[in-house]
T-cell receptor, first 114, second 111 residues
Framework: AQSVTQPDIHITVSEGASLELRCNYS??????LFWYVQSPGQGLQLLLK??????LVQGIKGFEAEFKRSQSSFNLRKPSVHWSDAAEYFC????????????FGQGTRLTINP | ETGVTQSPTHLIKTRGQQVTLRCSSQ?????VSWYQQALGQGPQFIFQ???????GRGNFPPRFSGLQFPNYSSELNVNALELDDSALYLC??????????FGQGTRLTVV
């Protein structure tokens, strides 16, 4: 069965520091991969997606992610975080070419120190 | 362009009751999926509707049911509510099976 693991439940970084959020997936075929962000009590906003092609994908708000098939990973990065980036981040994989039937990780809560 | 809207935003129900949650898909979208997000967890896929037919279901019991209407809006119905059904229910829409755009969710509390 498909699964997504986000090893870090909570990460704290200082404003202006770089960020990397880890995501590993288990999936038998070529995955559709996504990163979503969720502010408290809100819905999910799509940051970026990978369907095929270039393994380094650019998203909104200055985020990028790299697909590494050999490591079954899709880590999210940002060179310099802003206080407004504090939120919950979810990695997700699409089921059997289903970009909407998503399996989510448990999420990583990001706290920004001033 | 109108985004995905869900109603109500919050509601409280008593165990054993039934509830209906509503979702208006984004303009131009024909596919709707529903997710349940328990506190502190990632969302879990409930089911998807495509052109008014159920098109895939997650590991949820039959008391979770849905509908999609000709205008592609959707309802999620939950019968015989249990305390563990308390969660944020998220609706997502897309054109065909491209990436999902989520609504703000409905917070359901079962007491």
């Amino acid at each position: 069965a498909q699964s997504v693991t986000q090893p870090d439940i909570h990460i704290t970084v200082s404003e202006g520091a770089s960020l990397e959020l880890r995501c590993n997936y288990s999936y038998g075929a070529t995955p559709y991969l996504f990163w979503y962000v969720q502010s408290p009590g809100q819905g999910l906003q799509l940051l970026l997606k990978y369907f095929s092609g270039d393994t380094l994908v650019q998203g909104i708000k200055g985020f990028e992610a790299e697909f590494k098939r050999s490591q079954s990973s899709f880590n999210l990065r940002k060179p310099s975080v802003h206080w407004s980036d504090a939120a919950e981040y979810f990695c997700a994989v699409g089921l059997i070419q289903g970009a909407q039937k998503l399996v989510f990780g448990q999420g990583t809560r990001l706290t920004i120190n001033p | 362009e109108t985004g995905v809207t869900q109603s109500p935003t919050h509601l409280i129900k008593t165990r054993g009751q039934q509830v209906t949650l509503r979702c208006s898909s984004q303009s131009g979208h024909n596919t709707v999926s529903w997710y349940q997000q328990a506190l502190g967890q990632g969302p879990q896929f409930i089911f998807q509707y495509y052109r008014e037919e159920e098109n895939g279901r997650g590991n949820f019991p039959p008391r979770f049911s849905g509908l999609q209407f000709p205008n592609y809006s959707s309802e999620l119905n939950v019968n015989a509510l249990e305390l563990d059904d308390s969660a944020l229910y998220l609706c997502a829409s897309s054109w065909e099976d491209t990436e999902a755009f989520f609504g703000q969710g409905t917070r359901l509390t079962v007491v």
